[in-house]
């Protein structure tokens, strides 16, 4: 079973940016990928971006070109670097293992809150 802890919401004007921080403990080595999902307000999860174990990368269509997921392995840490933010990001954002195709397969934790002020 693994852990996740994610960090670094808060409130931003919409163009600015933020990074947040999916601390994982536990068995990570069985980790196949890692994701990051939102939720808004009365609105379906959606997938973010997930990073597989290889390294590859994918992105939701509306965050193609300003969010970049990365990862620290020595600090079992995946990132999620959030450029030119506009008030449609704000929600709630939450890291998890995923599948190889992003669909999230472990438990969710509390998330971290981001507000993009208009």
């Known amino acids: 079973q693994v852990q996740f802890v994610e960090s670094g919401g808060g409130l931003v004007q919409a163009g600015g940016s933020l990074r947040l921080s999916c601390a994982a403990s536990?068995?990570?080595?069985?980790?196949?990928?890692i994701g990051w999902y939102r939720q808004a307000p009365g609105v379906q999860r959606e997938l973010v971006a997930f990073m597989t174990r290889g390294g590859t990368t994918h992105y939701g269509d509306s965050v193609k070109g300003r969010f970049t997921i990365s990862r620290d392995n020595a600090k079992n840490t995946v990132y999620l670097q959030m450029n030119s933010l506009n008030p449609d990001d704000t929600a709630v954002y939450y890291c998890n293992s995923a599948s190889y195709v992003g669909v999230p397969n472990g438990s969710w934790g509390q998330g971290t809150p981001v507000t993009v002020s208009s």
């Open positions: 536990g068995s990570t080595f069985s980790v196949t990928a």
